[in-house]
């Protein structure tokens, strides 16, 4: 058996000179937050009563707000941001609006093969609902429906592709977008959105706040009093909510519910923005659909085209930090952002000179079957969604469904869903968890050198269902 062999990535890995100019421009900011105009809330400051109390100013918090006062709009809804608005995963993402809700139909199907082509209806009816509240709405989110092409870097990726329905040769890719290193592609026309994350976010709560939400940022939750009957009392830094009903979206940070602390990780991923490309630039690597592209690796890298011809480039290294530990330290992580660099270089030798201009990281809240989990507590009156596992940016909407359902008692064709009724597996304890989620990683690094083939580690995961790909 042959040993480890260089990736594509590595085997057209361009000059150290190149990469060092490429990156010599760049900062550590988040170019998303930095293009996106908002408004300020205030924080909470004494005590008010809600009928609905929503914990976390992210895509899934903001959603949940939203549909809650279209569907009574009469209701007394208020939502607690930590920090300010959508500054964490919903401001950090590559803008990939999914309508799978399982990470792909391998991972749907090989977990919930009873109801996955229901799951799967669903996602695309939440994708289109998701659209159509954007234009309904007026969220300015630059919204593009040009969705995803899926492309083969090493010649064994081909034959998952082959049987595609959208399936691309080499000359077919490439006159989509130029890149040496494609060998075959998949584009999937529909089932893909492209946003402007920080947008998104922000639009969601100036719609909230137009539709009568209140809305408090730097106002932390610091815990929950839940009384046998009646409401639930939510404290927080600058005073207290008594709601009827509370929505628990803090997603990757540490969950105010003991039982669900286990379920999800922090897991870092790493992005680099370009500066515009010139027309010319930009012709030589075509790109006039403008899809979303991603590779067919393990650890694989994602791409999108922004407004005004920036070059999203990010994925590849998934860094966990032991501890479960949410910080700003871990955002900068030199030898990752070079090798994001080499690596763009090697896909696209014809934009040498091109210049990075901003560099960032943001917490994936990971899961251990890759997918969300939805749950209710306090008798019904407290329902929580996490564990998005990067697919966040349309499945935070289908959550907020879920959880407005349950938290009013409805029977639906989402709430009967298994993957909405059962709980992942828990991660471990320290210093367990770290062990076995570096070794997962070292094996999915190694897999991607030795032809897709899977370590008995790798085989092992897969058997409990614990297994993932990238």
């Avoid at 320290?430 to 085989?459: F, K, Q, V, Y």
């Amino acid at each position: 058996m042959s040993g480890p062999s260089p990736t594509a990535y590595e085997r057209n890995a361009p000059a150290s000179a190149a990469v060092d100019a490429a990156l010599a421009g760049s900062r550590q900011a988040v170019f998303w937050l930095e293009d996106a105009p908002g408004t300020t809330y205030a924080p909470l400051s004494g005590a008010t009563d809600a009928d609905l109390a929503v914990i976390g100013g992210g895509y899934c918090g903001l959603w949940t707000a939203v549909l809650a006062k279209r569907r009574n709009p009469g209701a007394r809804v208020v939502v607690l941001e930590a920090a300010t608005v959508g500054w964490a995963a919903s401001g950090r993402n590559g803008g990939f609006c999914e309508a799978s809700l399982t990470h792909g139909e391998e991972n749907g199907r090989g977990r919930w093969p009873d109801e996955y082509d229901e799951i799967e209806r669903l996602g695309r009816e939440n994708l289109d609902a998701l659209e159509a509240d954007v234009c309904e709405l007026g969220i300015d989110c630059q919204l593009e429906r040009t969705g995803s092409l899926t492309v083969a870097v090493e010649p064994h990726q081909l034959a998952w592709l082959r049987d595609e329905p959208g399936f691309l040769d080499a000359d077919a890719v490439r006159a989509e977008i130029d890149s040496p290193l494609f060998l075959g592609g998949d584009w999937e026309r529909d089932t893909c959105a492209l946003v402007h994350p920080a947008r998104l976010a922000r639009e969601l709560a100036r719609v909230a706040s137009d539709l009568g939400v209140e809305i408090h940022e730097r106002t932390r939750v610091t815990g929950l009093d839940t009384p046998t009957r009646g409401p639930v009392v939510v404290h927080t830094t600058g005073g207290t909510v008594t709601a009827d009903r509370v929505a628990l979206a803090t997603n990757v940070f540490p969950s105010l519910l003991r039982r669900t602390r286990l379920m999800t990780v922090p897991v870092y991923d790493y992005v680099l923005m370009t500066e515009p490309l010139s027309d010319s630039q930009l012709a030589s690597i075509g790109w006039a659909n403008r899809q979303g592209l991603g590779d067919l690796a393990n650890q694989f890298h994602y791409a999108r085209l922004t407004a005004d011809n920036r070059i999203l480039w990010g994925g590849y290294d998934a860094v966990y930090h032991a501890g479960r530990r949410v910080r700003a330290a871990y955002e900068e992580r030199p030898e990752t952002f070079r090798r994001l660099a080499a690596h763009f270089l090697a896909a696209f030798p014809q934009l040498e000179g091109v210049a990075f201009t901003h560099r960032w990281a943001g917490a994936i809240d990971t899961s251990t079957q890759f997918v969300a989990f939805h749950g209710l507590a306090a008798g019904g009156r407290i329902a929580y969604a996490a564990g998005f596992t990067g697919l966040g940016v349309g499945a935070t909407r289908f959550a907020a469904e879920v959880m407005l359902d349950r938290l009013s008692g409805l029977s639906t064709p989402r709430t009967r869903l298994a993957m909405v009724r059962r709980k992942p597996l828990p991660f471990p304890p320290e210093p367990l968890a770290a062990i076995g989620i570096n070794a997962t990683r070292w094996s999915l690094d190694r897999a991607d050198h030795r032809e897709g083939r899977r370590n008995l580690w790798l085989r092992s995961l897969d058997a409990m269902g614990l297994g993932f790909d990238s």
